[in-house]
């Protein structure tokens, strides 16, 4: 197998070769440069569950150890589930200042924050049970491998594309995910590029996917921060952990000067990676939103964060480096439906047909 820098590098070359046959010219220099309305790199960072996918993933994370451990007397996973919503109603009915109190961003921090614990208690609860005992890492990339080949992990619609072409225009991409499993993502990831009916096989590796870890053994998790912090503050847990690492990501990336963080999510989770992003995206199902889309969504607009859909913003209202123009509030965020919204959005140079048109022929032109 190639290093994934020299798997990218002949995958580009192979695009060259490929327009070269064809009698087209690729564009001597990045497309940005090219075209006014082009965005400047991507750093694009997504949220995994609901955000990559269309569901949740982890009960068939758990469901791996189900498998492993038959044996076992293992509590149900509608039980672990309870207790889990038991330990976060008692400390949300508890917590000051309630949601409708709660009109400042520091507070919403605050609250987030506060949740560490009930998270962890979460963590712990599935190893002292011992749900994945014994489990080793092909345990569970055949379990991906089966969930997306049986259709039960379902990848947001555009998601290859929107991926590819950032790579492709020299990008980063990256996962970050309060989920229990980046084996697991990065399976699925792997078995959905294979199956791509027509298109290219995107270089997975290149994806920096950063969650906890099922490690095996006894059934103990990852803490992805143990070495870092004071004890107990362990795995990526809660939104200020997300930001963490979204900020560790973007420091080990090189940044040009003009290059843009995006971040996509659809929860609670992603509430303080989104606003600190230079463009954050909620991802709003078509039709009817998710429990963790609809809480989201009144959050935003509890407190007075505008959130306009992708397809509706015109170019004349973004800034020359494409961060937001908000006259009301001192930031603003957008929603998509799918990834191909965002693709095919002002926010990434393509407003119009016309403007379609005219990046075309900068492809074509020689």
Not at 108 to 131: F, N, Q, T, Y
Not at 301 to 321: F, H, S, T, V, Y
Not at 357 to 362: D, E, G
Request: glycine share 8%; with cysteine.
């Amino acid at each position: 197998m190639f290093p994934s820098s020299t798997r990218t590098r002949l995958l580009l070359q192979a695009r060259t070769l490929a327009r070269r046959a064809h009698n087209l010219s690729p564009p001597p220099t990045p497309l940005h440069s090219l075209h006014p309305t082009m965005p400047p790199p991507i750093h694009l960072i997504l949220d995994w569950d609901g955000t990559l996918t269309t569901t949740s993933t982890l009960p068939l994370i758990a469901r791996i150890g189900y498998a492993r451990n038959p044996s076992l007397p293992l509590p149900s996973w509608d039980t672990i589930s309870e207790a889990y919503m038991t330990d976060y109603r008692v400390h949300a009915s508890a917590y000051s200042p309630s949601p409708l109190h709660r009109k400042a961003v520091k507070q919403e921090i605050a609250w987030l924050e506060s949740l560490r614990d009930v998270e962890r208690k979460s963590m712990e609860r599935a190893e002292a049970a011992g749900l994945f005992k014994g489990v080793d890492r092909e345990d569970v990339r055949r379990a991906a491998q089966r969930a997306v080949r049986e259709g039960e992990v379902l990848l947001r619609k555009g998601w290859s594309g929107l991926v590819g072409r950032v790579l492709q225009e020299g990008g980063k991409v990256g996962v970050v995910s309060v989920g229990w499993s980046g084996d697991f993502i990065r399976g699925c990831l792997r078995t959905a590029t294979e199956d791509l009916e027509g298109e290219e096989e995107l270089p997975v590796e290149d994806i920096d996917v950063r969650t906890n870890e099922i490690l095996g053994g006894e059934g103990k998790m990852s803490r992805y921060f143990e070495e870092k912090d004071r004890e107990g503050s362990g795995g990526i847990w809660i939104a200020g952990d997300k930001v963490r690492v979204m900020h560790e990501l973007v420091a080990t990336k090189p940044r040009g000067p003009d290059s843009v963080v995006v971040y996509v999510g659809d929860s609670a989770t992603d509430f303080d990676c989104l606003l600190a992003a230079d463009l954050g995206i909620c991802v709003r199902n078509e039709g009817e939103m998710s429990g963790e889309q609809t809480e989201l969504e009144k959050t935003f607009r509890r407190l007075a964060i505008g959130c306009e859909r992708i397809g509706q913003i015109e170019p004349k209202n973004l800034k020359a480096d494409f961060r937001p123009i908000d006259h009301s509030t001192s930031k603003r965020l957008w929603s998509a439906r799918n990834f191909d919204e965002i693709l095919n959005s002002p926010l990434y140079g393509v407003a119009t047909p016309a403007e379609t048109n005219k990046i075309n022929c900068l492809w074509t032109s020689s």
